[in-house]
């Protein structure tokens, strides 16, 4: 049902705005006939306003039908969906571009004109939108470079969780994907000011210290019975590692584990718990 509705949606999205245009195109037509059949009889600027018009819509339904034949051919083109969302952003924009040039001309505007046009709004919007420019250049970059990928767990300052969408402005988030619709929108240009963590797709190898007053006496013997118990809840025994350690003239016990990511933070619990069973006489609580 679900994928029935989303295709129906995507259907309208697509066939209403076309369907309007046609029809507002039909309508203009049709002024245009009765004022040269002299049924109805329209100024000069209301002639020019239905000729503009009239062009506009058609360029804008021109271009918008050929995107929708060819964007799939393009698609296979690509393997990398960062690469397909980069292409296809520039195939339309480019082909936009080419039509509102196209208008221009016809209204009869010099190239020289059109190029002055185009500095001085550019300029205007560089100092107007700053913000919106930085994402969108830090979309580009994201892409480029590829920092991560769509699927992968980053950590971006507070924020963490599963790339679901690298858009234009923002980068679309999910810290559980298994609670609904339960996302965060992180601007690109925080991505060019901020160190990224790309954390991995399915698995994260976790750190986990626990400071000690003293080594027990069956130290070892503890070490083994833990890592048998904490076994089942890693993704990859042979890479669970538990250990002592001194750092900062702190006596550590330290797990090293991998866990998957979606049952992190229960796992993490059980490891916590299973470490606290085992070593609860030594273990060192602040304050």
């Avoid at 697509?14 to 203009?28: C, E, K, Q």
């Avoid at 234009?168 to 619709?181: H, K, L, M």
Wanted: charged share 25%.
């Amino acid at each position: 049902m679900a994928k029935i509705r989303s295709k129906r949606s995507k259907f309208s999205s697509v066939f209403v705005p076309i369907v309007t245009v046609v029809l507002l195109l039909a309508a203009l037509e049709v002024l245009k006939y009765l004022d040269g059949s002299k049924v109805l009889k329209m100024s000069d600027m209301l002639k020019k306003v239905v000729d503009v018009s009239s062009l506009m819509l058609a360029i804008w339904l021109s271009i918008s039908i050929f995107l929708r034949l060819t964007k799939k051919s393009l698609f296979k083109i690509f393997i990398e969906p960062e690469e397909r969302i980069f292409y296809s952003k520039l195939y339309s924009w480019s082909l936009y571009t080419i039509g509102f040039l196209f208008i221009l001309s016809k209204l009869g505007v010099s190239l020289g004109n059109i190029t002055l046009f185009a500095g001085l709004l550019a300029t205007g919007l560089a100092f107007a939108i700053r913000d919106v420019l930085l994402s969108f250049f830090g979309w580009m970059i994201l892409l480029r470079k590829k920092p991560f990928r769509i699927g992968d767990y980053i950590r971006i300052g507070d924020d963490e969780g599963k790339v679901l969408h690298i858009g234009t402005f923002y980068v679309r988030i999910d810290r559980a994907e298994n609670s609904g619709d339960d996302f965060t929108q992180v601007p690109n240009r925080y991505f060019m000011e901020k160190s990224i963590e790309v954390i991995g797709k399915t698995t994260i190898f976790d750190n986990i210290k626990f400071p000690l007053s003293a080594l027990p006496e069956n130290c070892a013997v503890l070490i083994e019975d833990l890592k048998k118990q904490i076994a089942p809840l890693t993704a990859h025994e042979m890479l669970t590692q538990i250990y002592t350690d001194v750092r900062d003239e702190k006596l550590l016990l330290v797990v090293e584990l991998e866990l998957e990511l979606e049952r992190r933070q229960t796992f993490r619990s059980k490891v916590v718990e299973a470490v606290y069973n085992k070593f609860k006489e030594v273990l060192v609580f602040d304050n």
